[in-house]
């Protein structure tokens, strides 16, 4: 301290009007810094948010803690005022009788259970969301609301007999050591995955899966101006929100440039 005043002292009695003057740059240049530093994050939040939008991401992906989701859960997510679109999936792995796979085994098909009324909801809204597993038809779509319909991609049609409209599959059933043989009406196209993928209901899904009212994940939409991160932090602890898988290495590819420009800036 002795040591501090002894070098700082002349400098303020001699000259007291620049050392306050170069006190008050300094505090300026923090202060920019600061300011630079919180544009950033609000700017880099709503860029995500529209990079998430043009490539039909949602802004968080919600799975159970342990276990499965529930239709109740659905259903508490869309009361929450925060929530634009909430879509429930459910997945399950089936098999192709009488189809071989890549290395001679059996073919197996990804069967992914959707609600279509929220995906052509949140595109009719302009903000799609998984455009590549919407069903896309060449009539007038009411295929769609048709039970046990599945829409394929271009991988599992080219699989298909010419001519056939309807698709044989085995599902295995939870606690049950046999699967399940299922028929399902070949309905439109999905553009998703070069691997065998069809979509279906998914309230057709939780009845041939064995899996009534279970959801293995629901793919939120928030209100514009909401943050995902600090929302999340809201929800029960049954829930566990996240953002999508590859959201991170996307956007900091995306925003390189940007978080450099401002970095020097600061």
């Known amino acids: 301290m002795n040591l501090w005043l002894h070098i700082t002292w002349p400098a303020w009695r001699d000259q007291p009007a620049r050392v306050v003057l170069a006190i008050v740059a300094v505090m300026l240049g923090v202060a920019l810094a600061f300011g630079v530093h919180l544009l950033n994050g609000a700017a880099l939040t709503e860029f995500a948010r529209a990079a998430r939008g ?15 989701l529930a239709d109740r859960d659905l259903a508490e997510l869309l009361n929450r005022p925060e929530v634009v679109t909430a879509s429930p999936v459910l997945e399950a792995q089936a098999l192709w009788p009488g189809q071989k796979g890549q290395f001679g085994g059996g ?3 990804r069967l992914i259970g959707i609600d ?3 995906l052509i909801g949140a595109a009719t809204a302009g903000r799609p969301l998984a455009p590549e597993l919407t069903p896309q038809f060449d009539g007038t779509g009411m295929q769609a609301l048709a039970t046990y319909t599945v829409h394929l991609n271009a991988a599992a049609a080219a699989r298909l007999p010419s001519g056939a409209a309807t698709l044989k599959l085995r599902v295995p059933q939870p606690g049950h050591p046999a699967p399940r043989d299922i028929d399902l009406t070949v309905g439109g196209r999905i553009a998703a995955g070069n691997a065998p993928l069809g979509v279906l209901d998914i309230a057709d899904a939780q009845a041939l899966f064995g899996r009534l009212g279970a959801l293995d994940r629901i793919d939120v939409q928030l209100a514009p101006g909401t943050d995902a991160i600090t929302w999340a932090r809201t929800l029960p602890p049954r829930w566990r929100a996240t953002p999508p898988a590859d959201e991170g290495e996307r956007l900091s590819d995306l925003t390189r440039a940007y978080r450099i420009n401002l970095g020097l800036l600061a």
Not at 54 to 68: E, I, M
């Open 54 to 68: 043009v490539n039909g991401q949602p802004d968080l992906v919600l799975r159970a803690g342990n276990g499965s």
């Open 107 to 109: 073919l197996t098909v």
């Open 116 to 118: 279509p009324f929220a």
